[in-house]
């Protein structure tokens, strides 16, 4: 049997994954990025990942270390102002209107925001460029050994591949932090979430709007514009039967209903890429690392996608982890490393997944009387001007 050896296995060609791959290639270290199916690195392409990612400053910040921020920043558009809305009285209209302004704490915005499918197909174009990544898609992890001094992982091809560490970024339902034996807690919603780009006649002016009714939040994100227009991406939340109601719908009378959904804050909106939808979990690994393996990204921590925590969280993994390896190279997969890796980032993984349950719960409400309260709320923690800047900032990744 074949067998390669690498420093690091990255189990995963997501962003997240791909990413690990340009983070510790370009430190230096040998790496072996495998994932079973081929990135969707096209828009229009079946299977093409439609959500979007707002990369916050920290986020940001670990890019542009990396390498990968000047290949990513002309396609981003910025995130300035934070815009909540409640809608939840018995018409769909806005009733409360919060504003969120980086500028009360930055001189920078709040981040920056771009498709998923265009950050593979960037990403996968920059580790062409590193001579110390392999990137194989097509291939997958069929297997783990684990002993002190090294890993081996087993490959679909029949192949095997030596290394000091696996970085498990192969989702929610990892094989290699199943095979690592670590377990994970999991809630489920009994959510979907419908994801899809749409053009509309009034500007966003570079702001995020999150509208609460019920069944969960609908997000608009700033695109750049398409075809001349002013474009937004869209995460709506449903309960689950709603939501796939909705994804049947005819286009006209899926329109009519985001448009409504939307309180006409933009104008009618228009469908300007197929729709996807995603179930919506919480999930939180009971450890970050086991033996040669640290696991980051949703092999570690899933949360419904509100506040753009998802996959700022995942790269707050990659940074806390390249940090380690960079200071300690000689060290890298050992016993205290992991350890290391597994204290300086659970308690905070797990302080905002419960953060995101919370806020998650409180959006599905349906009875009249708890939105209601739901929109006193929002008007209490707003009128306080240290909250809202803590809230800001604990958001944004500066705190905790």
């Not at 983070?23 to 495998?34: E, R």
């Not at 920078?108 to 174009?125: A, D, M, S, Y």
């Not at 709320?377 to 240290?386: E, V």
């Amino acid at each position: 049997m074949t067998q390669q050896s690498f420093d690091i296995v990255v189990s995963g060609g997501g962003v997240a994954g791909l990413t690990a791959a340009a983070a510790f290639g370009g430190a230096g270290f040998s790496v072996l990025c495998v994932d079973p199916a081929a990135p969707v690195t096209a828009r229009d392409d079946e299977g093409s990942d439609l959500r979007t990612t707002a990369m916050l400053q920290p986020a940001r910040d670990l890019l542009d270390r990396i390498g990968l921020w000047p290949r990513l920043a002309p396609h981003a558009a910025e995130l300035q102002v934070m815009r909540i809305v409640d809608a939840g009285g018995p018409e769909p209209e806005p009733r409360v209107t919060r504003d969120f302004d980086a500028a009360d704490i930055s001189d920078q915005p709040f981040g920056w925001n771009l498709p998923n499918w265009l950050l593979r197909r960037e990403i996968v174009t920059h580790l062409e460029s590193l001579p110390s990544v392999t990137f194989r898609p097509g291939i997958g992890t069929t297997s783990l050994l684990t002993r002190e001094a090294e890993a081996r992982v087993g490959l679909s091809d029949g192949t095997r591949a030596r290394c000091r560490l696996v970085i498990a970024a192969d989702g929610r339902n990892s094989p290699i932090r199943e095979a690592a034996g670590i377990d994970v807690a999991t809630t489920r919603y009994g959510q979907k979430a419908l994801a899809f780009a749409v053009t509309h006649e009034i500007p966003h002016h570079n702001v995020s709007t999150e509208i609460h009714r019920s069944g969960g939040p609908f997000t608009l994100v700033p695109l750049p514009d398409h075809e001349g227009r002013p474009s937004s991406a869209i995460v709506w939340m449903e309960d689950g039967p709603e939501a796939a109601r909705l994804a049947d719908l005819p286009v006209p009378q899926f329109e009519a209903e985001m448009t409504s959904r939307s309180c006409g804050l933009f104008g009618p909106l228009t469908l300007a890429t197929r729709c996807s939808l995603w179930p919506i979990i919480s999930q939180v690994a009971d450890r970050m690392a086991g033996e040669r393996v640290a696991l980051v990204a949703e092999a570690a921590h899933v949360l419904p996608p509100i506040g753009a925590q998802g996959l700022n969280m995942s790269l707050g993994d990659l940074r806390v982890l390249l940090d380690l390896a960079e200071a300690a190279p000689d060290t890298l997969g050992s016993r205290d490393m992991l350890e290391s890796y597994h204290r300086k980032r659970h308690l905070e993984v797990r302080a905002r997944v419960t953060g995101i349950d919370l806020l998650n719960r409180a959006s599905q409400l349906h009875a009249q009387p708890l939105r209601d309260a739901r929109a006193m709320g929002l008007t209490a923690l707003y009128s306080l001007a240290p909250v809202r800047r803590t809230l800001m900032q604990l958001g944004l990744g500066a705190r905790g």
